[in-house]
């Protein structure tokens, strides 16, 4: 028992922690600009604001995963992935949407150095979005 459940704790945690660089990688490619520059070197919050929610919604769609799985770890660990891809895909999405409905230009906010909160409303329909993937599998 103890030994399947490291396994299985082992294993969800290297799925979990690939994921949630996917999703970083994915909000680099829907915005402008280097985001690892603009996080750990330029200190940006409003780049911060948005990777940290699309982190934060990414892990949550994981956990929901992970609660639900019935079956194989094998079988679990596929789903996890297949879920939370769904929910970086539609993350992504939802910036593309905000910024296409709301004035101005949500990548040039996103770079811009001083606090914006247009950046908190992007930032909140990432979670949402990741609460309504949960949702569906619990």
């Known amino acids: ?23 970083f990688v994915a909000v680099d490619l829907v915005t402008p600009g ?23 919604a990414v892990a949550i769609i994981i956990v929901a995963a992970i609660a639900a799985s019935e079956g194989d770890l094998g079988e679990g660990l596929l789903y996890t992935l297949i879920y939370t891809v769904i929910g970086i895909f539609v ?19 996103l770079l811009d150095d001083r606090p914006h909160p247009a950046v908190w409303v992007s930032a909140t329909v ?13």
Do not use: K
């Not at 028992?1 to 999703?23: E, F, K, P, Q, T």
């Not at 990432?126 to 569906?136: F, N």
């Open 1 to 23: 028992m103890l030994r399947d459940n490291v396994v299985s704790a082992a294993a969800y945690s290297c799925v979990g922690v690939l994921l949630m660089i996917l999703g």
């Open 126 to 138: 990432h979670v949402g979005a990741g609460l309504i993937i949960a949702a569906s599998l619990l």
């Open 91 to 109: 993350m992504a999405l939802t910036f593309i949407l905000v910024d296409a409905l709301s004035p101005g230009d949500l990548g040039e906010v």
């Open 34 to 56: 280097r985001l690892r520059q603009q996080v750990w070197v330029d200190r940006n919050r409003n780049a911060c604001i948005l990777v940290a929610s699309n982190t934060l």
